[in-house]
């Protein structure tokens, strides 16, 4: 019975993240048009656009391998297979006993391989361009992300999500600096890993700025509505993280009930919206950085995550 429900919560999961990250976009640019003076998109338009992509014919380029058509279907799975692995209402979930931070950090850096590559495989400046800035970001970003990985096992004794996840809502922690110093580690990573404002802006096309957007120009039609559904379950995947591992309150646990599960769905749509906001507030009160500054930034997160991690392992004497 208690596999029955986990698997079933398991699935539940896997919908429930493909079906909120659009509307967790469309919330964020609707925010985010308020907060200029806008009326703003509606809520449902990101459903519009992908709808509308997978209607659309496929373009592809005469040089395009089979690597360029394919890579769309591996990044959207890697994506949402990590969504899936992330707590978010329950941990109670069939695949809690393989979901940990480092395979979560392995599909995620699988994901940023095979687009990269597909950036280069038609030979243009800017798949170039935006592949080799992508790999720039990587170099930083991913170091930053196992430093906050060390943090929190340090503490809690364990990668497993679910685990850090029950350890955090027990409340023995309390207040840690070291932990505040790796939230804010985890936030800038996941602002540079979504290509957010100030590291990126995928509503522009200025090849001096470009990043993930010089990736993904060759695409069209059902291929790009894949990645930009992927870039949505990413969005959605970070702050999933953030509210998983710093502020898991209001999930469910092992044994808790349906009713439980059903309230903790809720809290997890209250957590998006609240960091919808934070988000569209952050973008709009700052400008976008130039692209020699990403290494100053991520830089940045790497020396806090160090820090929380030196901090935790002085403390705990381990």
Known sequence: MTLLLATLY??????????LAPLLTGWVRLVKARLV???GPSLLQPYRDLLRLLRKEVVL???ASWLFRS?????????????????????QLALAPTADLIALIALLGSARFFLALAGMDTGTSFGGIGSSREMMIAALAEPAMLMIVFSVAILVRSTSLAEIADFMMAGAVGL???LALALIALVMVAIAENARIPIDNPATH??????HEAMVLEYSGRHLALVEAASMLKLLLYMALIACVFAPWGMATAGSGVAAALGGMLVFVAKL??????????????????????????????LLSLLGAIFLYVSRGV
């Open 10 to 19: 398991q699935i539940l999961q896997m919908l429930l993240v493909l079906a």
């Open 37 to 39: 003076g806008r009326r």
């Open 61 to 63: 380029a005469r040089n």
């Open 71 to 91: 890579v769309p279907y591996m990044m959207f799975t890697a994506i949402w297979l990590a969504a899936g692995l992330v707590p978010v209402f329950t941990t």
């Open 176 to 178: 840690r600096i070291s």
């Open 206 to 211: 200025l090849e001096l700025t470009m990043v």
């Open 273 to 302: 919206a609240f960091g919808g906001i934070l988000l569209a507030l952050f973008e709009t009160s700052i400008a976008k950085m130039r692209v020699f500054r990403v290494g100053e930034f991520l830089g940045g997160a790497l």
